[in-house]
């Protein structure tokens, strides 16, 4: 304590630090609030750096959500800037902060500590990362630094290590610079975090922007001149990307260390282990932020979440618990994310089928394609949407989307259901806004929903869009014209049979054998898996997203 007043010591701003210190002072007029930010800006957008280096923010001054000296005089709050925090005495209850601009070292008591130390970027040891010209982006300085690189860049390419948000921001906005990119992606696909059918189109989107992208084929070094610049960049397939800017956007680490020296218990996802409250082990000392773990929704369990939202809302309460004793408990994070890449936007919320395997859990899934706003009316444009859900209680686990146009609508929409527990049947009859500029009368949600009601009664049963056919009764209910432009992927004995003439043809069909229709999208095979059922066909499945879906399932990367 300080002069009777309690005393609260946040390490680290940005999202969370800054959030929580805030927080505090409006829950408590009375406490003692310092602020110890190791870099130069205690309050910077992060999330829109990518946006400045490419012009689409056009003022550097934007990105600064708070100044230090703004903290100073609308919070009462002590920011100190360039004061790293080097140890943490849990016994003493002291910390050791370095001042790097004074050059000095002191010890700082507290009651209560929130540390919100963040993640740094991944960096391999790899050969040639020391060169000039090759970036991370984290922070302010890596963004000037960035942003003079461009500036002063004269043959225009640039290489891009990993397709992350970060990456995939990068690409676009160099792009929109002029640049000559080239993307590399150890993973077999872009946007890893996305099942793979559902990264194809952003993966199309890239290529047709001008994007050389090479996917399955890491960074094997940084290839430089005899003065130190990087000029390229050699993958471990041996191809070789002339560059003279190279962008690292290979992930991040949790800032652990100081946690760890000091006893704090790091949990199984690599980051600091909170409660409800976001109290770590030490009941006086909280963590939020890239570094803290969530509760994670869809488990149950604890999941480190480097997103902003959860830093923001988790700093918010951290805040209010340090400085009251009392706060709301943090809800469960799901992880909701977005990216644009040129006209594309894809994105997540809570589990993908890829993460329920990894994680052991039984999910179902249902693929739909349907147009983000009524087909009749101008512009429309096709979003495809899956969902993942619980086979048994019909609970929503997670979704996916990508398209041209409203795919954060149906996300937050999803996300929303999950947290209140929502099941398919939920979304099925949610009261969604409708005119023919905004939606359709069925929604794409709608729609998703529908289909996994279906089955959830037993009047449908789907496969995966990348199952193997091979040995089962494929019916392709397409018209012909339509098999002969786009043929239904790995199908070649899939016997042909339009929808409208299915009723008439039956007997070219074995009604005892396992028997799959496909269609466009899955609409049709909806209706013609119904029809053979009630004719006597005692197997029959509806491959889910029909061969719009499938062929980009079972696609060669880079193909």
Known sequence: MTDGHLRIVIVGGVAGGASAATRARRMNEDAEIIVLEKDEYVSFANCGLPYYIGGEIAERGKLLVATADFLRRRFKLDVRTRHEVLALDRAAKTLTVRDHAGGQTYLLTYD?????????????????????????LRNMADTDRIYAAVGASRARKAAV???????????????????????????PQVLPLLDPEMAR???????????????????????ADSA??????????????????????????????????????????????????????????????????????????QQRIALAGPANRAGRLAGEHAATGESAPMAPVFGTSIVRAFGMS?????????????????????TIVANHHAGYYPGAAPLTLKLTFDPESGRVLGAQAVGRDGVDKRLDVIATA????????????????????????????????????????????????????SGKQVVDVRTAAEVRSNP????????????????????????????????GVGLRGHVAARILKQRGFADVKNLTGGATVRNRAIREPNG
């Open 112 to 136: 209560r500590v929130v540390l919100a130390p963040g993640a740094a970027p991944l960096t391999p040891p790899l050969e040639g990362l020391d060169a000039a010209n090759v970036f991370t």
């Open 161 to 187: 290590i990993g397709s992350g948000f970060i990456g995939l921001e990068m690409v676009e906005q160099l792009v929109r610079l002029g640049f000559q990119v080239s993307l590399a992606e150890l993973q």
């Open 201 to 223: 189109p952003l993966e199309d989107e890239l290529r047709s922007s001008g994007v050389a992208v090479y996917t399955g084929d890491g960074i094997k070094r940084v290839l």
């Open 228 to 301: 130190g610049a990087a000029i390229g960049v050699e993958l471990q397939s041996g191809t070789r990307i002339e560059a003279d800017l190279v962008i690292l956007g290979l992930g991040v680490r949790p800032q652990v260390q100081l946690a760890e020296a000091a006893g704090l218990k790091i949990g199984g996802s690599g980051g600091i282990a909170t409660n409800a409250w976001m109290q770590t082990s030490d009941p006086d000392i909280y963590a939020v932020g890239d570094a803290a773990e969530y509760l994670y929704g869809p488990t149950g369990g």
């Open 346 to 366: 894809a994105g997540m919320t809570g589990l993908s089928d890829s993460l329920a395997r990894r994680c052991g859990i039984g999910a179902s899934s249902v």
């Open 418 to 469: 999950m947290a209140f527990q929502g099941t398919v049947r939920d979304l099925a009859g949610l009261d969604l806004a409708y005119a023919p500029p905004f939606g359709s009368a069925k929604d794409p949600v709608h729609q998703a929903a529908f289909a996994a009601c279906n089955q959830l009664d037993g009047f449908e049963e789907f496969l995966p869009p990348d199952d193997d056919l």
């Open 488 to 519: 239904l992927a790995a199908a070649p004995h899939a016997v042909n049979i339009p929808l409208d003439e299915l009723r008439d043809q039956l007997d070219r069909l074995d009604r005892g054998a396992e028997t799959v229709v496909s269609c």
